[in-house]
C-alpha cells in the first residue's frame, strides 16, 4: 500500500463534484481504497474522502474509535457512491477539523441522525443509520464529493479557530 499526498484547501479537487464510481469491484478501485485507509490512519484522520488525496471519484473511508464515538465504534469503512438521507430535522453543533485544512477546528451544525447508503468493494449494498459522531464523520466525508467544505457550513467564522486556541471558544460558548 502506498501513502498518498492530501489535498489541501485551494486545490480545485476539492470544490468539484467528484464523479461516480461505475465497478465498484474494480481491482483499482480496491487498491485506492487501501492506499486511502493507509493515508488516514497515518495521517492520522477518521476519515478521507478520495478529493483529498487528488482523485474526483466517489468513495470515502472512515473509522469510529469507541473513544470518539461515545462508545459506540465502527470499523474502518469503505463506502462507494453513498448517500445520505436526514432522518429528523435535529441539528447538532459540533466540533469538526479536516486533514484539508491542517491546524483548525470549527464548531460545525449537522444532522444528529442519517441513514446513508452506498456500495461496498465487494459490490454488495451498504446500508446503516448512524447518530453522534458517526454521523457527523460520515457527513463531513461525503460532503467532499460535493465540493463542500466543513467551513461552509458553519454559521459563524467567530467559531473557527486554530487547534491550540480552540478551549477559547468552548469556555465562551459553554
Given at each position: 500500500m502506498a501513502l498518498l499526498t492530501i489535498t489541501r484547501m485551494g486545490n480545485p479537487v476539492l470544490r468539484a463534484v467528484a464523479q461516480p464510481?461505475?465497478?465498484p469491484t474494480d481491482p483499482d478501485i480496491a487498491r485506492l481504497a487501501a492506499d486511502m485507509i493507509d493515508t488516514m490512519i497515518?495521517?492520522?484522520g477518521v476519515g478521507l474522502a478520495?478529493?483529498?488525496?487528488d482523485?474526483?471519484?466517489r468513495i470515502v473511508v472512515f473509522r469510529v474509535p469507541a473513544d470518539r464515538g461515545?462508545?459506540?465504534s465502527v470499523a474502518t469503512t469503505v463506502l462507494i457512491n453513498p448517500i445520505i438521507e436526514p432522518l429528523d430535522g435535529g441539528m447538532e453543533l459540533g466540533w469538526e477539523g479536516c486533514l484539508s485544512i491542517p491546524g483548525l477546528r470549527g464548531l460545525v451544525p449537522r444532522h444528529s441522525r442519517i441513514r446513508y447508503r452506498g456500495v461496498g468493494l465487494d459490490g454488495q449494498p451498504i446500508e446503516r443509520e448512524a447518530g453522534g459522531?458517526?454521523?457527523r464523520v460520515v457527513q463531513h466525508e461525503v460532503d467532499h464529493l460535493d465540493g463542500v467544505l466543513y467551513i461552509d457550513r458553519?454559521?459563524?467564522l467567530?467559531?473557527?479557530a486554530f487547534i491550540e486556541e480552540a478551549h477559547h471558544i468552548t469556555a465562551r460558548n459553554g
Open positions: 464510481i461505475a465497478n497515518d495521517a492520522p478520495a478529493p483529498q488525496i482523485v474526483s471519484r461515545e462508545g459506540e459522531f458517526h454521523a458553519m454559521d459563524d467567530k467559531l473557527l
